[in-house]
């Protein structure tokens, strides 16, 4: 089975704080995409990445930047958190070819205050 | 740019048959996907269409029309562990030519006694 692990269920974060969430897969996926998840809104796609070193935005990458440097960990990283990022933060990934599906973490709920 | 409309809230009782439609418009089309997201968990993959036409899974089908950019899933013999969100999806292009998952809003099912 594949297993994508996010490294924290929970974070508190201060306004300001840099924050760094990750995301490892242990499939050797090239594929891997940062969502975020709220109410009434679906998952919104932020950053993707197809390939080492590799990284596209999303539909909402504002506020946010992603790094890739080995083909298992996806991090995404929030330069100066701000309150509104406060939301479900979900991983994923899939492999490259055909019409794979998306495996996901088990997200992280992260609260800026 | 891509976008999806499904229905936010549903109501079955167990036993019963639903279905939970999505109407997609999107920049290049690949294929349509369900998952399902139960409170508290990450999604999971359902089904995938590429082709018109229904796809059978065991209780769960899906259905694709391409010329209608509208697809559904319909749900037979609803068990009370049926209640979750559903979530449609749509692989295609970004503006970069890079295939991008994007989801709809979701719709939350809850199945009564």
């Known amino acids: 089975d594949v297993k994508v692990t996010q490294s924290s269920r929970y974070l508190v974060k201060r306004t300001g704080e840099k924050v760094f969430l990750e995301c490892v897969q242990d499939?050797?996926?090239?594929?891997m995409f940062w969502y975020r998840q709220d109410p009434g809104l679906g998952l919104r796609l932020i950053y993707f990445?197809?390939?080492?070193?590799?990284?596209e935005k999303g539909d909402i990458p504002e506020g946010y930047s992603v790094s890739r440097e080995k083909k298992e960990r996806f991090s995404l990283i929030l330069e100066s958190a701000s309150t509104n990022q406060t939301s479900m933060y979900l991983c994923?990934?899939?492999?490259?070819?055909?019409?794979?599906?998306?495996?996901f973490g088990n997200g992280t709920r992260l609260t800026v205050t | 740019g891509q976008s999806l409309e499904q229905p936010s809230e549903v109501t079955a009782v167990e036993g019963a048959i639903v279905q939970i439609n999505c109407t997609y418009q999107?920049?290049?089309?690949?294929?349509l996907s369900w998952y399902q997201q139960h409170d508290g968990g990450a999604p999971t993959f359902l089904s995938y269409?590429?082709?018109?036409g229904l796809e059978e899974t065991g209780r769960f089908s899906s259905f694709l029309s391409r010329s209608d950019s509208y697809g559904y899933l319909l749900l037979q013999e609803l068990q009370m562990k049926d209640s979750a969100s559903y979530f449609c999806?749509?692989?295609?292009?970004?503006?970069?030519?890079?295939?991008?998952?994007?989801f709809g809003t979701g719709t939350k099912l809850q199945v009564i006694p």
């Open positions: 994923a990934s899939r492999e490259g070819t055909g019409n794979s599906p998306l495996h």
């Open positions: 499939m050797d996926h090239e594929n």
């Open positions: 990445s197809y390939d080492v070193k590799m990284k």
């Open positions: 999107t920049s290049g089309f690949y294929g």
């Open positions: 269409n590429a082709l018109d």
């Open positions: 999806a749509v692989r295609g292009f970004d503006s970069g030519g890079y295939q991008k998952v994007t």
